[in-house]
């Protein structure tokens, strides 16, 4: 099979798929989250993103929150990131994390476009900091809408941002 072109024109595998999170891929997420422009534009992920522990202790509330689903995302075998679904109050929101060596082919639109099989539960909800606009992007493809805009303190730019919060309706 012919690959597609992802956003920069680099091939894109046909052999993106999820898995249940295993504890080896915590190390992968690690790595990814120490990339200072990846922890930027994703503003909400730690405010330290050297420190292990926070690391640790944000992971084992995911991986035991009886009502979150996570998944690790890989491409020919190798783990390129996460994709989540969580409470958040009443709602479901999802999120993603896809490695920065790994932007502009598509993961992670085909990430969170399986991982929205998974999860039917309607509508769901994303956020995003309003000048991530590959991530806009990403959840626009997917069929999100933006709904508001809120100022919220961003961990990981060590102040307040805007941010748009997006419904995929029913």
């Known amino acids: 099979m012919v690959p597609t072109r992802g956003a920069y024109g680099r091939p894109v595998t046909d052999d993106l798929r999820l898995r249940p999170v295993r504890e080896d891929d915590l190390v992968e997420f690690f790595v990814h989250q120490l990339d ?4 930027r534009m994703a503003a909400f992920g730690a ?11 944000h992971w084992v509330r995911i991986l035991t929150g009886p009502e979150n689903l ?11 990131g996460h994709v989540l679904a969580f409470p958040s109050g009443d709602d479901i929101e999802v999120s993603y994390w ?5 932007w502009g082919r598509g993961y992670a639109t085909r990430a969170l476009t399986a ?3 998974e999860v039917t539960r309607r509508p769901l909800y ?12 990403v959840l626009r493809r997917c069929g999100f ?7 919220a303190y961003a961990p990981g730019r060590g ?7 997006l419904e995929l309706p029913a």
Do not use: C, K, M, Q
């Open 36 to 39: 200072p422009e990846a922890s």
């Open 47 to 57: 405010e330290d993103p050297t420190d292990r522990r926070a690391f640790a202790a």
């Open 70 to 80: 996570s998944r690790t995302v890989t491409v020919d075998g190798a783990v390129v």
């Open 98 to 102: 896809i490695d920065r060596a790994h």
């Open 115 to 117: 991982l929205l099989r």
């Open 126 to 137: 994303a956020r995003t900091a309003t000048d991530n606009a590959a991530s806009l992007t």
């Open 145 to 151: 809408v933006v709904r508001s805009t809120e100022r």
């Open 159 to 165: 102040h307040e941002i805007d941010e748009y919060v």
